[in-house]
Protein backbone atom coordinates (compact mmCIF):
# COMPACT_ATOMS: atom_id res chain seq x y z
CA UNK A 1 0.00 0.00 0.00
CA UNK A 2 3.22 2.39 0.65
CA UNK A 3 4.05 1.65 -3.19
CA UNK A 4 0.76 2.64 -4.62
CA UNK A 5 0.86 6.09 -2.39
CA UNK A 6 4.24 6.64 -3.71
CA UNK A 7 3.32 5.89 -6.99
CA UNK A 8 0.10 8.09 -7.11
CA UNK A 9 2.08 11.12 -5.53
CA UNK A 10 4.43 10.71 -8.16
CA UNK A 11 2.17 10.91 -10.68
CA UNK A 12 0.26 13.99 -9.04
CA UNK A 13 3.49 16.07 -8.90
CA UNK A 14 4.35 14.72 -13.39
CA UNK A 15 0.75 16.47 -13.50
CA UNK A 16 1.60 19.33 -11.59
CA UNK A 17 4.78 20.03 -13.29
CA UNK A 18 3.02 19.91 -16.51
CA UNK A 19 0.44 22.44 -15.51
CA UNK A 20 2.90 24.57 -14.91
CA UNK A 21 4.55 24.31 -18.32
CA UNK A 22 1.17 23.74 -20.13
CA UNK A 23 -1.54 25.14 -19.05
CA UNK A 24 -4.74 24.48 -21.00
CA UNK A 25 -8.09 22.95 -20.15
CA UNK A 26 -7.05 19.21 -20.38
CA UNK A 27 -4.28 19.27 -18.22
CA UNK A 28 -6.27 21.16 -15.26
CA UNK A 29 -9.03 18.27 -15.59
CA UNK A 30 -6.73 15.14 -15.45
CA UNK A 31 -5.37 17.11 -12.30
CA UNK A 32 -9.05 17.42 -10.62
CA UNK A 33 -9.58 13.65 -12.12
CA UNK A 34 -6.05 13.04 -10.05
CA UNK A 35 -7.26 14.46 -6.86
CA UNK A 36 -10.90 13.61 -7.15
CA UNK A 37 -10.18 10.09 -7.57
CA UNK A 38 -8.90 8.93 -4.04
CA UNK A 39 -11.59 10.36 -2.60
CA UNK A 40 -14.37 8.67 -4.72
CA UNK A 41 -12.44 5.31 -4.31
CA UNK A 42 -12.08 5.91 -0.35
CA UNK A 43 -15.89 6.65 -0.22
CA UNK A 44 -17.09 3.01 -2.73
CA UNK A 45 -14.67 0.82 -0.46
CA UNK A 46 -16.28 2.54 2.97
CA UNK A 47 -20.06 2.40 1.81
CA UNK A 48 -19.04 -1.30 1.11
CA UNK A 49 -17.14 -2.43 3.94
CA UNK A 50 -19.48 -3.91 6.31
CA UNK A 51 -21.12 -6.28 3.68
CA UNK A 52 -18.96 -9.45 4.30
CA UNK A 53 -19.35 -12.76 6.18
CA UNK A 54 -16.70 -14.12 7.41
CA UNK A 55 -16.42 -17.54 8.83
CA UNK A 56 -13.51 -20.17 10.39
CA UNK A 57 -13.48 -23.51 11.29
CA UNK A 58 -11.21 -25.96 12.67
CA UNK A 59 -11.39 -29.54 10.87
CA UNK A 60 -10.52 -31.12 13.75
CA UNK A 61 -9.47 -29.90 17.52
CA UNK A 62 -7.32 -32.66 18.58
CA UNK A 63 -4.43 -33.72 17.03
CA UNK A 64 -0.83 -35.77 17.12
CA UNK A 65 2.66 -34.15 17.43
CA UNK A 66 3.69 -34.07 13.20
CA UNK A 67 -0.08 -34.13 12.35
CA UNK A 68 -1.60 -31.84 10.16
CA UNK A 69 -5.18 -29.59 10.61
CA UNK A 70 -6.93 -27.64 8.51
CA UNK A 71 -8.33 -24.43 9.30
CA UNK A 72 -10.65 -23.37 6.79
CA UNK A 73 -11.71 -19.48 6.24
CA UNK A 74 -15.00 -18.84 4.02
CA UNK A 75 -15.44 -14.76 2.80
CA UNK A 76 -18.64 -14.13 1.26
CA UNK A 77 -19.26 -10.44 -0.53
CA UNK A 78 -22.74 -9.26 -0.23
CA UNK A 79 -22.49 -5.69 -1.57
CA UNK A 80 -22.82 -5.02 -5.45
CA UNK A 81 -19.12 -3.61 -5.81
CA UNK A 82 -16.25 -5.97 -6.17
CA UNK A 83 -13.04 -5.65 -4.71
CA UNK A 84 -9.82 -5.94 -6.58
CA UNK A 85 -7.99 -6.88 -3.56
CA UNK A 86 -8.71 -8.42 -0.53
CA UNK A 87 -6.13 -9.91 2.15
CA UNK A 88 -7.29 -12.89 4.91
CA UNK A 89 -4.32 -13.15 7.58
CA UNK A 90 -4.70 -15.79 10.38
CA UNK A 91 -3.95 -15.60 14.09
CA UNK A 92 -1.95 -18.56 14.62
CA UNK A 93 1.65 -17.38 15.79
CA UNK A 94 2.59 -19.94 18.31
CA UNK A 95 6.01 -21.84 18.41
CA UNK A 96 3.78 -24.50 18.40
CA UNK A 97 2.34 -24.99 15.76
CA UNK A 98 3.95 -24.93 11.89
CA UNK A 99 1.93 -22.82 9.27
CA UNK A 100 2.20 -23.30 5.65
CA UNK A 101 1.02 -19.24 5.14
CA UNK A 102 -0.15 -16.67 7.49
CA UNK A 103 -1.78 -14.90 5.01
CA UNK A 104 -3.31 -14.83 1.51
CA UNK A 105 -4.02 -12.24 -0.91
CA UNK A 106 -7.15 -12.67 -3.22
CA UNK A 107 -10.26 -10.93 -5.36
CA UNK A 108 -13.62 -11.02 -4.27
CA UNK A 109 -16.45 -10.42 -7.21
CA UNK A 110 -19.77 -9.44 -6.09
CA UNK A 111 -22.26 -11.78 -4.71
CA UNK A 112 -19.43 -13.99 -4.55
CA UNK A 113 -17.68 -15.99 -2.00
CA UNK A 114 -13.82 -16.93 -1.48
CA UNK A 115 -12.44 -20.18 0.30
CA UNK A 116 -8.74 -20.50 1.99
CA UNK A 117 -7.59 -23.29 3.66
CA UNK A 118 -4.78 -22.64 5.97
CA UNK A 119 -2.51 -26.05 6.63
CA UNK A 120 -1.42 -26.15 10.28
CA UNK A 121 1.04 -28.71 12.20
CA UNK A 122 1.68 -29.90 15.17
CA UNK A 123 5.08 -28.91 16.57
CA UNK A 124 4.94 -29.09 20.49
CA UNK A 125 1.99 -30.44 22.72
CA UNK A 126 -0.70 -27.91 24.12
CA UNK A 127 -3.63 -25.67 23.51
CA UNK A 128 -3.48 -23.26 20.93
CA UNK A 129 -5.56 -20.45 19.50
CA UNK A 130 -6.62 -20.17 16.45
CA UNK A 131 -8.52 -17.73 14.33
CA UNK A 132 -8.93 -14.73 12.07
CA UNK A 133 -6.78 -11.97 13.09
CA UNK A 134 -8.42 -9.74 10.41
CA UNK A 135 -9.84 -9.24 6.76
CA UNK A 136 -8.03 -6.46 5.17
CA UNK A 137 -10.21 -4.89 2.03
CA UNK A 138 -8.50 -1.83 -0.31
CA UNK A 139 -10.16 0.33 -2.36
CA UNK A 140 -9.85 -0.15 -6.04
CA UNK A 141 -6.27 2.33 -6.13
CA UNK A 142 -4.84 0.43 -3.67
CA UNK A 143 -4.52 3.53 -1.41
CA UNK A 144 -6.37 2.59 1.79
CA UNK A 145 -7.07 -0.21 3.91
CA UNK A 146 -10.18 -1.52 6.12
CA UNK A 147 -9.22 -3.65 8.84
CA UNK A 148 -11.95 -6.37 10.08
CA UNK A 149 -11.36 -8.01 13.10
CA UNK A 150 -12.93 -11.65 14.01
CA UNK A 151 -12.82 -12.18 17.54
CA UNK A 152 -14.18 -15.50 17.11
CA UNK A 153 -11.15 -18.45 18.41
CA UNK A 154 -11.05 -22.18 18.43
CA UNK A 155 -8.80 -24.19 20.21
CA UNK A 156 -6.48 -26.85 18.97
CA UNK A 157 -4.87 -29.02 20.70
CA UNK A 158 -1.96 -30.95 19.96
CA UNK A 159 -1.44 -33.97 21.77
CA UNK A 160 1.98 -35.61 23.61
CA UNK A 161 3.36 -38.34 22.39
CA UNK A 162 2.95 -42.03 24.96
CA UNK A 163 5.69 -44.39 24.68
CA UNK A 164 6.70 -47.43 26.72
CA UNK A 165 8.68 -46.94 30.28
CA UNK A 166 9.61 -49.32 32.88
CA UNK A 167 6.54 -49.74 35.59
CA UNK A 168 6.12 -47.90 38.12
CA UNK A 169 7.02 -49.34 41.67
CA UNK A 170 3.28 -48.79 42.79
CA UNK A 171 1.73 -50.17 45.71
CA UNK A 172 -0.99 -52.55 44.64
CA UNK A 173 -4.83 -52.03 45.00
CA UNK A 174 -6.39 -52.58 48.02
CA UNK A 175 -9.96 -53.94 46.09
CA UNK A 176 -10.40 -54.41 42.32
CA UNK A 177 -11.88 -51.77 39.92
CA UNK A 178 -15.34 -52.46 38.48
CA UNK A 179 -16.00 -51.49 34.90
CA UNK A 180 -19.21 -50.33 35.55
CA UNK A 181 -17.32 -47.54 38.08
CA UNK A 182 -19.19 -48.76 41.42
CA UNK A 183 -18.06 -49.89 44.65
CA UNK A 184 -19.41 -53.08 45.80
CA UNK A 185 -20.70 -53.26 49.46
CA UNK A 186 -18.88 -55.93 51.84
CA UNK A 187 -20.80 -56.79 55.11
CA UNK A 188 -17.86 -55.59 57.70
CA UNK A 189 -17.80 -53.56 60.67
CA UNK A 190 -15.75 -50.88 58.19
CA UNK A 191 -18.92 -50.72 56.05
CA UNK A 192 -21.77 -51.00 57.33
CA UNK A 193 -22.23 -47.28 58.99
CA UNK A 194 -25.87 -47.46 60.39
CA UNK A 195 -29.23 -48.70 60.56
CA UNK A 196 -32.74 -47.46 59.22
CA UNK A 197 -35.92 -48.02 58.51
CA UNK A 198 -36.90 -50.41 54.80
CA UNK A 199 -37.59 -48.28 52.01
CA UNK A 200 -38.81 -49.95 48.85
CA UNK A 201 -36.03 -48.96 46.74
CA UNK A 202 -33.33 -51.19 48.88
CA UNK A 203 -32.65 -54.53 47.74
CA UNK A 204 -33.26 -57.58 49.77
CA UNK A 205 -29.07 -58.07 50.48
CA UNK A 206 -29.50 -54.65 52.46
CA UNK A 207 -32.08 -56.01 54.89
CA UNK A 208 -30.88 -56.79 58.49
CA UNK A 209 -32.68 -59.67 59.12
CA UNK A 210 -31.92 -59.84 62.88
CA UNK A 211 -33.09 -56.56 63.80
CA UNK A 212 -35.90 -56.59 61.94
CA UNK A 213 -36.81 -59.69 63.48
CA UNK A 214 -35.86 -57.81 66.64
CA UNK A 215 -38.19 -54.82 65.97
CA UNK A 216 -41.16 -56.24 64.28
CA UNK A 217 -40.88 -54.25 60.99
CA UNK A 218 -37.94 -54.47 57.88
CA UNK A 219 -34.84 -52.35 58.88
CA UNK A 220 -32.44 -52.21 55.81
CA UNK A 221 -28.41 -51.46 56.44
CA UNK A 222 -26.82 -48.20 55.68
CA UNK A 223 -23.34 -48.96 53.64
CA UNK A 224 -20.34 -46.60 53.64
CA UNK A 225 -18.27 -47.69 50.49
CA UNK A 226 -14.91 -48.63 51.38
CA UNK A 227 -11.92 -46.22 50.24
CA UNK A 228 -10.06 -47.48 47.53
CA UNK A 229 -6.40 -46.77 47.08
CA UNK A 230 -6.23 -44.08 43.75
CA UNK A 231 -2.92 -42.57 42.28
CA UNK A 232 -2.51 -39.34 42.38
CA UNK A 233 -0.34 -37.80 40.02
CA UNK A 234 0.80 -34.04 40.68
CA UNK A 235 1.55 -32.05 37.71
CA UNK A 236 4.19 -28.87 38.48
CA UNK A 237 2.65 -26.26 35.26
CA UNK A 238 4.36 -23.41 36.57
CA UNK A 239 6.24 -21.20 33.86
CA UNK A 240 8.79 -23.22 32.78
CA UNK A 241 12.02 -20.90 32.97
CA UNK A 242 14.50 -19.81 30.08
CA UNK A 243 13.90 -18.60 26.57
CA UNK A 244 10.74 -19.51 25.11
CA UNK A 245 11.51 -22.03 22.25
CA UNK A 246 13.54 -24.07 25.04
CA UNK A 247 10.70 -23.77 27.77
CA UNK A 248 8.66 -25.34 24.66
CA UNK A 249 10.98 -27.78 24.09
CA UNK A 250 11.30 -28.77 27.95
CA UNK A 251 7.72 -28.59 28.00
CA UNK A 252 6.83 -30.81 25.81
CA UNK A 253 9.66 -33.57 26.91
CA UNK A 254 7.83 -33.26 30.62
CA UNK A 255 4.61 -33.90 29.38
CA UNK A 256 5.21 -36.96 26.92
CA UNK A 257 6.18 -38.55 30.43
CA UNK A 258 3.74 -37.09 31.96
CA UNK A 259 1.05 -38.83 29.59
CA UNK A 260 3.29 -42.03 29.24
CA UNK A 261 3.35 -42.63 32.71
CA UNK A 262 -0.76 -41.82 33.31
CA UNK A 263 -1.19 -44.31 30.40
CA UNK A 264 0.35 -46.83 31.83
CA UNK A 265 -1.94 -46.58 34.96
CA UNK A 266 -5.13 -46.01 32.89
CA UNK A 267 -4.57 -50.00 31.46
CA UNK A 268 -3.71 -51.48 34.38
CA UNK A 269 -7.33 -50.00 35.46
CA UNK A 270 -5.80 -47.96 38.53
CA UNK A 271 -8.25 -44.93 39.50
CA UNK A 272 -6.28 -41.88 38.84
CA UNK A 273 -6.38 -37.88 40.00
CA UNK A 274 -4.87 -35.22 38.13
CA UNK A 275 -3.48 -32.40 40.20
CA UNK A 276 -1.83 -29.24 39.11
CA UNK A 277 -2.22 -25.37 39.39
CA UNK A 278 -5.69 -24.68 38.07
CA UNK A 279 -7.20 -21.09 38.33
CA UNK A 280 -10.82 -22.97 38.56
CA UNK A 281 -9.02 -24.74 41.59
CA UNK A 282 -11.02 -27.82 40.85
CA UNK A 283 -11.47 -29.49 44.51
CA UNK A 284 -10.84 -32.18 44.79
CA UNK A 285 -10.59 -33.74 41.08
CA UNK A 286 -12.70 -36.80 40.50
CA UNK A 287 -10.94 -40.06 40.39
CA UNK A 288 -11.29 -41.82 37.06
CA UNK A 289 -9.93 -44.72 34.19
CA UNK A 290 -11.22 -43.31 31.66
CA UNK A 291 -7.76 -43.28 29.53
CA UNK A 292 -8.79 -41.04 26.74
CA UNK A 293 -10.37 -38.01 29.10
CA UNK A 294 -7.08 -38.42 30.88
CA UNK A 295 -5.05 -38.07 27.92
CA UNK A 296 -7.40 -34.92 26.99
CA UNK A 297 -6.77 -33.67 30.55
CA UNK A 298 -2.92 -33.89 30.24
CA UNK A 299 -3.12 -32.67 26.91
CA UNK A 300 -4.30 -29.38 27.56
CA UNK A 301 -2.69 -28.03 30.68
CA UNK A 302 -0.97 -25.00 30.29
CA UNK A 303 2.58 -24.25 31.93
CA UNK A 304 1.54 -20.23 32.98
CA UNK A 305 1.43 -20.09 36.63
CA UNK A 306 3.84 -18.75 39.59
CA UNK A 307 1.99 -20.09 42.18
CA UNK A 308 3.74 -22.22 44.98
CA UNK A 309 3.32 -26.24 43.83
CA UNK A 310 4.57 -27.09 47.07
CA UNK A 311 1.67 -25.98 49.04
CA UNK A 312 -0.49 -27.94 46.60
CA UNK A 313 1.52 -30.89 48.20
CA UNK A 314 0.81 -29.14 51.36
CA UNK A 315 -3.17 -28.97 50.99
CA UNK A 316 -3.36 -32.97 49.74
CA UNK A 317 -1.32 -33.88 52.96
CA UNK A 318 -3.96 -32.02 55.04
CA UNK A 319 -6.84 -33.44 53.13
CA UNK A 320 -9.00 -36.25 54.42
CA UNK A 321 -8.16 -38.45 51.82
CA UNK A 322 -7.08 -41.89 52.19
CA UNK A 323 -3.08 -43.08 51.38
CA UNK A 324 -2.48 -43.57 48.18
CA UNK A 325 -0.01 -43.81 45.56
CA UNK A 326 1.65 -40.17 44.70
CA UNK A 327 3.49 -39.58 41.61
CA UNK A 328 4.89 -36.16 41.69
CA UNK A 329 6.25 -34.45 38.47
CA UNK A 330 8.71 -31.84 38.56
CA UNK A 331 10.64 -29.28 36.04
CA UNK A 332 12.27 -27.46 39.22
CA UNK A 333 13.21 -28.44 42.70
CA UNK A 334 12.69 -25.76 45.38
CA UNK A 335 12.36 -25.88 49.31
CA UNK A 336 8.92 -25.78 48.81
CA UNK A 337 8.73 -28.80 46.89
CA UNK A 338 10.10 -30.77 49.41
CA UNK A 339 8.41 -29.49 52.16
CA UNK A 340 5.16 -30.81 50.53
CA UNK A 341 6.81 -34.11 50.01
CA UNK A 342 7.51 -34.07 53.46
CA UNK A 343 4.14 -33.47 54.74
CA UNK A 344 3.05 -36.07 52.54
CA UNK A 345 5.39 -38.37 53.62
CA UNK A 346 4.18 -37.81 57.41
CA UNK A 347 1.26 -38.94 56.48
CA UNK A 348 2.30 -42.03 54.52
CA UNK A 349 1.64 -41.97 51.02
CA UNK A 350 3.77 -43.84 48.32
CA UNK A 351 5.84 -41.31 47.04
CA UNK A 352 7.42 -41.21 43.59
CA UNK A 353 8.85 -38.33 42.42
CA UNK A 354 10.07 -37.90 38.31
CA UNK A 355 12.43 -35.10 37.45
CA UNK A 356 14.07 -34.39 34.43
CA UNK A 357 17.06 -32.53 35.70
CA UNK A 358 20.33 -33.76 37.62
CA UNK A 359 19.43 -33.75 40.96
CA UNK A 360 21.58 -31.74 43.35
CA UNK A 361 23.33 -34.36 46.03
CA UNK A 362 21.14 -32.11 48.64
CA UNK A 363 18.19 -32.89 46.87
CA UNK A 364 19.07 -36.30 46.58
CA UNK A 365 20.28 -37.17 50.13
CA UNK A 366 16.73 -35.04 51.16
CA UNK A 367 14.35 -37.47 48.90
CA UNK A 368 16.07 -40.47 49.81
CA UNK A 369 15.48 -39.83 53.50
CA UNK A 370 12.03 -40.18 52.88
CA UNK A 371 11.49 -43.20 51.26
CA UNK A 372 10.92 -41.56 48.18
CA UNK A 373 11.34 -43.18 44.60
CA UNK A 374 13.26 -41.11 42.52
CA UNK A 375 13.18 -41.28 38.70
CA UNK A 376 15.40 -38.76 36.33
CA UNK A 377 14.42 -38.53 32.48
Known sequence: ????????????????????????????????????????????????????????????????????????????????????????????????????????????P???????????????????????????????????????????????????????????????????????????????????????????????????????????????KEFQPQPRQTIDFFIDNRTVSGKAHQALEKEDRFMEYVASSVDQCAKSRYPITLHYLDPFNRVPPRPHTDALALYREVSNIRFNHKDDFGQLLHNHATSDQPLNNVVVFAHQVDEGLLSGLKALNMKGHRLIFYSPENLENYHVETLTSLDVTIIQF
Open 1 to 108: MLKNRLTYGFIVLVFLLFVYLNESPLTYGVLYALFILPIFSFLMTWFSKGHFFISGSLNTNLILKQEKAQFTVVVKNHHLLPHPMVCLRLDANHMGLGLDQKEVYFSL
Open 110 to 220: AHRAYEAIFHLEGIYRGEYEVGIEYLAIYDFLGLFKFKHLHPKRDFLTVTPNVFPIPPLPLDALEQPVEKEGRLKHFETSNTVSELRPYQRADSQRQIHWKASAKRGELIS
